[in-house]
């Protein structure tokens, strides 16, 4: 009967310590290399990971993050693809707003910067 229970609570840890799989529709990809000096931005950038996790639990909407180059510099676009405010979704590494402080609209940063990589979708 022990090693019954026993086998029984080793399954359920088991079962219970499995990582979560992404919901459907939720896709995470690879860093192709570091960006903002970290090897894994959605988890190891707070702010971003913080954000990412918000778009997992929102029940509805497309959101996507990815990362583009700007006059040399890395910056995350993080947002719902039909946002009608898409300017305030443009972040420096350190999780700020990156239009302001560079002086430029945003259709002035997209028509400059160049996709780099996308990390996280969810349709």
């Given at each position: 009967?022990?090693?019954?229970?026993?086998?029984?609570?080793?399954?359920?840890?088991?079962i219970?310590?499995?990582d979560?799989?992404?919901?459907?529709?939720?896709?995470?990809?690879?860093?192709?290399?570091a960006?903002?000096?970290?090897?894994?931005?959605?988890n190891e950038l707070a702010?971003?990971?913080?954000?990412?996790?918000?778009f997992?639990?929102?029940?509805?909407?497309?959101?996507?993050?990815?990362?583009?180059?700007?006059?040399?510099?890395?910056?995350?676009?993080?947002?719902?693809?039909?946002?009608?405010?898409?300017?305030?979704?443009?972040?420096?590494?350190?999780?700020?707003?990156?239009?302001?402080?560079?002086?430029?609209t945003?259709?002035?940063?997209?028509?400059?910067?160049?996709?780099v990589?996308?990390?996280?979708?969810?349709?």
């Amino acid at each position: 009967m022990r090693n019954h229970l026993l086998l029984l609570s080793l399954l359920c840890t088991g079962i219970a310590c499995k990582d979560k799989e992404p919901e459907p529709g939720i896709t995470f990809y690879k860093a192709k290399k570091a960006y903002c000096g970290v090897g894994d931005p959605l988890n190891e950038l707070a702010w971003l990971k913080a954000k990412v996790d918000t778009f997992s639990t929102v029940k509805v909407g497309n959101y996507t993050v990815s990362v583009v180059e700007y006059k040399g510099g890395e910056y995350f676009i993080a947002g719902s693809a039909f946002s009608s405010s898409p300017a305030s979704e443009i972040y420096t590494c350190s999780g700020d707003r990156a239009l302001k402080p560079l002086g430029v609209t945003y259709n002035q940063f997209m028509e400059a910067s160049k996709t780099v990589q996308t990390l996280y979708t969810r349709r």
